[in-house]
């Protein structure tokens, strides 16, 4: 049966649950956890799934997903319990300024506010 492939949509979620066609990088999380780093700068092209990867993160780590794991369990990351068990412990803060846009640095300044 054929899957099919959304481009434009951000929600790990809403992706998983309709069977969208999709490539599990559930195991960046793992890896990101791991490397111990105190900041992460993810920089891609338009549309390379940036906003998606960090929808991903949010839904794994946060509290409000607290033992809502289902989208995660038929993942990679799903099979390794040790990293299940932080699914839901952490707060997080998710910022995107995926619709902040204009043609001057003071416009875009100011729809970030």
Excluded: H
């Excluded at 929600?11 to 066609?21: H, K, L, P």
């Excluded at 956890?33 to 338009?46: D, K, V, Y």
């Excluded at 794994?60 to 390794?80: A, T, V």
Aim: glycine share 4%; hydrophobic share 40%; with cysteine.
């Amino acid at each position: 049966m054929a899957r099919t492939v959304t481009v434009s949509n951000k929600s790990f979620e809403t992706i998983i649950r309709n069977n969208y066609f999709y490539i599990d990088k559930t195991q960046f999380i793992k890896e990101w956890w791991e490397s111990g780093e105190e900041l992460t700068l993810i920089t891609r092209p338009r549309c390379f799934g940036k906003t998606l990867t960090m929808d991903m993160i949010e839904r794994f780590f946060s509290l409000f997903y607290k033992d809502k794991p289902e989208p995660f369990l038929k993942q990679k990351i799903g099979k390794d319990t040790a990293m299940m068990k932080l699914q839901g412990t952490i707060p997080v803060i998710f910022l995107t300024f995926m619709s902040v846009e204009g043609p001057t640095f003071d416009m875009m300044l100011y729809q970030m506010r």
